[in-house]
T-cell receptor, first 114, second 116 residues
């Protein structure tokens, strides 16, 4: 079946620190991969995505590379800001009978201190 | 576009009462999803629709929960009777798959439900 495993939080960093949030997946086919972000009191919103192996998604200084050989899609940012404090969700989708559905990880809470 | 609209934003009710949550998806989207988020269980998919037809309701926790989508611009999630363990934030999301295959879901702001 399809599933996503991401590192447990919470993650606490100082401003300008380097961020990595690990994400690995299990899929029956060739999924598309996503990172969503949820700011306090809001719904989830798409941060970045990659649709095939070796693709790199990027947005707002965040990056993630689709690694088929390691079934991973780790989220990175070189220098975090206080405003990046949020919950980050890794997700996958597949074509076929579950087209349209996203499989989410448990989420990783990030807190950035000034 | 105004995005996905949910109402009410907050609901406080007493155990045993009926609760109805409402969602208006983004115009033209062909998928609609209902999620529940709690600290203990994280984000759970309850049910989703494609072109107003329920595709998978295996995440609906009990018969007390029901969802409908009478037309492309409106959906409801009903809990009857409500229980304290139903307290959570309920999100509605919509997406357009179409020919692009893009699978970005757009989430509403959520309804925070408290059952006393």
């Amino acid at each position: 079946g399809n599933s996503v495993t991401q590192m447990e939080g919470p993650v606490t960093l100082s401003e300008e620190a380097f961020l990595t949030i690990n994400c690995t997946y299990t899929a029956t086919g060739y999924p598309s991969l996503f990172w969503y972000v949820q700011y306090p009191g809001e719904g989830l919103q798409l941060l970045l995505k990659a649709t095939k192996a070796d693709d790199k998604g990027s947005n707002k200084g965040f990056e993630a590379t689709y690694r088929k050989e390691t079934t991973s899609f780790h989220l990175e940012k070189g220098s975090v800001q206080v405003s990046d404090s949020a919950v980050y969700f890794c997700a996958l989708s597949e074509r076929g009978s579950t087209l349209g559905r996203l499989y989410f990880g448990r989420g990783t809470q990030l807190t950035v201190w000034p | 576009d105004a995005g996905v609209i949910q109402s009410p934003r907050h609901e406080v009710t007493e155990m045993g009462q009926e609760v109805t949550l409402r969602c208006k998806p983004i115009s033209g989207h062909d998928y609609l999803f209902w999620y529940r988020q709690t600290m203990m269980r994280g984000l759970e998919l309850l049910i989703y629709f494609n072109n107003n037809v329920p595709i998978d309701d295996s995440g609906m926790p009990e018969d007390r929960f029901s969802a409908k989508m009478p037309n492309a611009s409106f959906s409801t999630l009903k809990i009857q009777p409500s229980e304290p363990r139903d307290s959570a934030v309920y999100f509605c999301a919509s997406s357009l798959i179409g020919t692009s295959g893009s699978n970005e879901q757009f989430f509403g702001p959520g309804t925070r439900l408290t059952v006393l």
